[in-house]
T-cell receptor, first 112, second 113 residues
Framework: GDSVTQMEGPVTLSEEAFLTINCTYT??????LFWYVQYPGEGLQLLLK?????DKGSNKGFEATYRKETTSFHLEKGSVQVSDSAVYFC???????????FGEGTQLTVNP | DTAVSQTPKYLVTQMGNDKSIKCEQN?????MYWYKQDSKKFLKIMFS???????INETVPNRFSPKSPDKAHLNLHINSLELGDSAVYFC????????????FGSGTRLTVV
């Protein structure tokens, strides 16, 4: 079945540091890929998405590129802020769009 | 207006009780879901309904029964609650067979004591 693997957390960075959270996937066909963010005590919010190979999703300074050759969708941000502290989930939607499969989540803490 | 709303936000109950969590979406979406988030933050799909029809039923104990009175509502009823049912339950919705992501509710934190 489909699966998503994220780098293990937690990740702790200083403000303005560069962020990378690795995500790789296993799926048949051509899934859509997503990053969701969960702030403390809240639900999941869609951060960005890419629906086909080589697409780049971006939002709020975060970026991720759909790399079919390496089955990856790594999340990056050039300069993190304290307000970016949250849990980040990589996810994929299968060809039918009938379910979203999540990675394990990566806790990010940004210190001032 | 909240797009996907769940009630209650917190639920503390004793083992053996029966409880329900309600979910409503005002986005006009055709498909609704229930996800369970465990203590390690891992998210797993439980059920999916499309226009009131069950289309996904993962390996969930039959103590859990979803009910969809119309396509804007998907409620989750849990019988004979157990300690291991303690988790955060998220409702979500999407257009039919969407490859563009889901909209999630803010979650219901269930604690069984």
């Amino acid at each position: 079945g489909d699966s998503v693997t994220q780098m293990e957390g937690p990740v702790t960075l200083s403000e303005e540091a560069f962020l990378t959270i690795n995500c790789t996937y296993t799926a048949t066909g051509y899934p859509s890929l997503f990053w969701y963010v969960q702030y403390p005590g809240e639900g999941l919010q869609l951060l960005l998405k890419a629906t086909k190979a080589d697409d780049k999703g971006s939002n709020k300074g975060f970026e991720a590129t759909y790399r079919k050759e390496t089955t990856s969708f790594h999340l990056e941000k050039g300069s993190v802020q304290v307000s970016d502290s949250a849990v980040y989930f990589c996810a994929l939607s299968d060809n039918s769009g009938s379910r979203l499969t999540f990675g394990e989540g990566t806790q990010l803490t940004v210190n001032p | 207006d909240t797009a996907v709303s769940q009630t209650p936000k917190y639920l503390v109950t004793q083992m053996g009780n029966d409880k329900s969590i309600k979910c409503e979406q005002n986005l006009g979406h055709d498909t609704m879901y229930w996800y369970k988030q465990d203590s390690k933050k891992f998210l797993k799909i439980m059920f999916s309904y499309n226009n009131k029809e069950l289309i996904i039923n993962e390996t969930v104990p039959n103590r859990f029964s979803p009910k969809s009175p119309d396509k804007a509502h998907l409620n989750l009823h849990i019988n004979s609650l157990e300690l291991g049912d303690s988790a955060v339950y998220f409702c979500a919705s999407s257009p039919i067979r969407s490859r563009h992501g889901y909209t999630f509710g803010s979650g219901t934190r269930l604690t069984v004591v």
